[in-house]
């Protein structure tokens, strides 16, 4: 099963940055450009409370690295997540991994911290604060914020001021004996009503052209509302509905057993979305309603709370919707064309 | 009395006519620059050539950004230089984040130059603007 955790990388990837700040160009310290891999996150939500799983892992070199992650609310409690909850997940969803496996101050608060814990070679702070506040707090502890991160974090903060910041400290890994792609899951327990997956986070520090790649677990106690709605292969948001069926007994016992994974019910929905798309594409979050209905603009991002219009605010959708509301209004004028054309007289002669 | 003080009067105002026509200098100008979302905001500034121009940068950001002026081999040599920072320099001016910064440039001919955060990522991002110097 070891052999199963460190081949099948569950990663994160919220990028990011380290070492000192470097002014000119062509300065990206080894540990700029983050080889995060495939990005790999849980989401259960079961009585009102969202379990946020997902893994950090050590992606070689030294120094530290840090990651921002968007949370939907303050979390309650942050620990060290199970060892196979991850890898359990994947296994029921895609089993053929197992061979294909690889590898002078404008002005601004400070940011609030809340919690601050230590899981193994990862320190972890979650802080409160707009996108100005959270920003400096991440420069200000050595975190090198790309270009587009003003933007990106004030996205979420606009929405939910609320961020974990995780600093890998990967001589720390190294002396632990973790190997490249070992991951250190991290479980967040965050009482919510707004329960979200942060999907543009994955998207920073990417120019457009670059593909962003992860798999998203959701376990409900229902059939969830997706926004976007992923379909089922992948469409313009870069989304697939990879799978979606009751989760088996099986499934939910040995998620179970997992440390810190008692509050698996005994009934549940699992769905799989598998993100990607280009960067530029990647603008949303994937809103989640656990009770089968529609989830909220807010949550997904759309405009007026991101740049990017709805899926059914497109110009392209709305010629479909227009197209489908005149489908009966054709249907209805030529019946009506038919039964004039039955009813009329005869004509002269005939 | 009276007759005493208006050529007297007539002479201090040519005086000073005279003073000023010989010390004639263009008014200092002043541009202000804002640094938000990583871009520029104007993109495009003009300014006439032979006039000190004060550009005042103020950095709305959580990062730090960089503005740094001047023509193609100027910024081919920042593209890969190892400045960690700047500011010996009235062409070279970092901006810490949340802050501003000012610098006084006089561009002796007409033309146009190239203003760009030279930071890893941040030119391809789009912090590039142009400055017409008329």
């Given amino acids: 099963m070891r052999r199963l955790i460190s081949l099948v990388a569950a990663t994160t990837a919220l990028l990011v940055f380290a070492g000192p700040t470097l002014g000119c160009a062509g300065l990206i310290g080894p540990n700029g450009a983050v080889n995060l891999l495939r990005t790999t996150t849980f989401a259960g939500y079961h009585d009102g409370v ?6 950090f892992a050590f992606a070689g070199g030294e120094g530290e690295f840090g990651s921002l992650v968007p949370l939907p609310d303050v979390p309650t409690k942050v620990e060290r997540g199970g060892d196979w909850t991850l890898q359990r997940l ?9 061979l294909a496996a690889d590898a002078a101050r404008v002005g601004a608060a400070e940011a609030q911290v809340l919690l601050e814990v230590r899981i193994d070679a990862l320190d972890i702070t979650i802080l409160r604060g707009g996108g100005a506040e959270v920003g400096a707090w991440a420069t200000e502890h050595g975190f090198r914020l790309p270009p587009d991160a003003p933007e990106v974090l004030d996205f979420y903060a606009n929405r939910s001021p609320i961020f974990l910041a995780a600093v890998f400290d990967a001589d720390a890994a190294a002396e632990r004996g973790q190997a490249v792609g070992d991951g250190t899951p991290v479980h967040l327990t965050i009482p919510t009503d707004d329960p979200w997956v942060p999907l543009r986070i994955l998207a920073l520090g990417k120019t457009e052209a670059d593909i962003v790649e992860a798999d998203v677990y959701l376990l409900t106690d229902h059939r969830p509302g997706l926004l976007p709605a992923p379909g089922s292969a992948f469409g313009p948001n870069g989304l697939e509905l990879a799978h979606s069926g009751k989760a088996n007994d099986l499934l939910l016992d040995d998620l179970r057993s997992d440390a810190g994974m008692e509050w698996i019910p005994d009934s549940a ?12 594409d990647i603008t949303f979050d994937l809103a989640i309603d656990p009770e089968g209905g ?57 | ?38 871009h520029f905001s104007p993109a495009e500034v003009t300014v006439p050539h032979g006039v000190p121009v004060t550009f005042v940068l103020v950095n709305e950001d959580a990062i730090a950004h960089e503005w740094l002026i001047g023509d193609a081999a100027f910024h081919e040599r920042h593209r890969t230089g190892t400045e960690p920072a700047h500011g010996e320099r009235p062409d070279e001016v970092s901006v810490s984040a949340l802050s501003s910064a000012q610098t006084t440039l006089t561009f002796d001919e007409p033309g146009d130059v190239v203003f760009i955060c030279h930071f890893p990522g941040h030119e391809a991002y789009g912090m590039v603007g142009v400055l017409h110097v008329t």
Avoid at chain 1, 50 to 55: A, D, G, K
Wanted: with cysteine; aromatic share 10%.
């Fill in chain 1, 50 to 55: 969202e379990h946020y799983v997902t893994s």
């Fill in chain 1, 90 to 98: 994947n296994i029921e969803t895609e089993p053929q991994l197992f």
């Fill in chain 1, 269 to 280: 929905w699992l769905t799989k979305v598998r993100v990607n798309g280009s960067a530029a």
């Fill in chain 1, 294 to 350: 529609a989830p909220s603009l807010a949550d997904a991002g759309f405009l007026p709370y991101g740049p990017t219009p709805a899926p059914w605010a497109t110009p392209r959708a709305w010629a479909l919707l227009a197209f489908a509301l005149a489908l009966p209004l054709l249907a209805a004028w030529f019946a009506a064309s038919v039964i004039r054309g039955r009813e009329s007289p005869p004509l002269a002669g005939a």
């Fill in chain 2, 1 to 38: 009395m009276i007759s005493h003080r208006i050529p007297a009067a007539i002479a201090l105002l040519l005086g000073a006519a005279v003073v000023a026509g010989c010390g004639a200098s263009p008014a200092p100008q002043r541009v202000e620059i804002l640094i938000h979302y990583s």
